[in-house]
């Protein structure tokens, strides 16, 4: 069962990312997410690729990573070219400034202690924990999902809350990983919850309209009399 439930939580990697990208395509706007979020959920697959090249694991146990990757990074591309006119310089910088480092990091990865790689790993369940979080705080505050792929959402909950039952199930004794990913998919929840209530809506409401009564105009004078 724990077998069957791990290739089914690697499909469902591979397919999250799809919907999101195709609905910022067909409204031509990244409204309503957070770039927090984005950078946390595409540093971590990558950090965890690398982690997994420094082991010497087999791809067949990281090898979902590159399409969620490869796809999280064309969101955040897609966002930052959709939003380039309305994005402020600091925020672009802290979008982007991670990028060149990251490969550094990976083509020394001999030059790092395997202490390092372990803490770098282990930090990545909290930031994308925390990334979600951010956005459906976001997403409280502005009363709006903005667009937001509900399909996406529904796709990683499952994911995520089959990786958790998978974990229970084959528990070995370890508390940590169980726990934060049980916690990730209960914020994922929050924000498929979220995309519900709110909706499609992108934050603007359809204003009455209002009907202004025509005050009596004053009859002219003929100057002219």
């Not at 955040?76 to 490969?103: F, V």
């Amino acid at each position: 069962l724990v077998k069957i439930l791990s290739y089914m939580v690697m499909f469902l990697s591979i397919t999250t990312n799809i919907p999101q990208i195709a609905k910022i395509l067909f409204k031509k706007s990244s409204k309503g997410i957070s770039c927090f979020s984005m950078v946390a959920e595409t540093i971590a697959p990558c950090i965890y690729i690398a982690y997994s090249i420094h082991f010497n694991q087999p791809i067949c146990t990281f090898g979902e990573k590159f399409f969620i990757a490869s796809t999280r990074m064309i969101i955040l591309c897609m966002s930052i070219y959709y939003s380039r006119k309305s994005i402020s310089r600091r925020k672009l910088i802290g979008m982007t400034a991670w990028m060149p480092i990251l490969p550094l990091v990976i083509l020394n990865q001999a030059h790092i202690s395997d202490t390092v790689w372990r803490a770098l790993l282990l930090c990545t369940f909290p930031s994308v924990i925390m990334g979600r979080l951010v956005q459906a705080i976001q997403n409280f505050r502005k009363k709006s999902t903005g667009n937001l792929s509900r399909e996406m959402f529904t796709i990683s909950f499952t994911a995520i809350s089959t990786r958790a039952l998978s974990l229970w199930l084959g528990w070995n004794g370890e508390y940590l990983r169980p726990i934060l990913t049980t916690l990730f998919s209960l914020v994922t929840l929050t924000n498929l919850l979220q995309i519900i209530r709110y909706g499609d809506k992108n934050g603007e409401k359809e204003q009455p309209t209002r009907v202004c009564a025509l005050e009596p105009q004053p009859k002219s004078q003929n100057i002219f009399c």
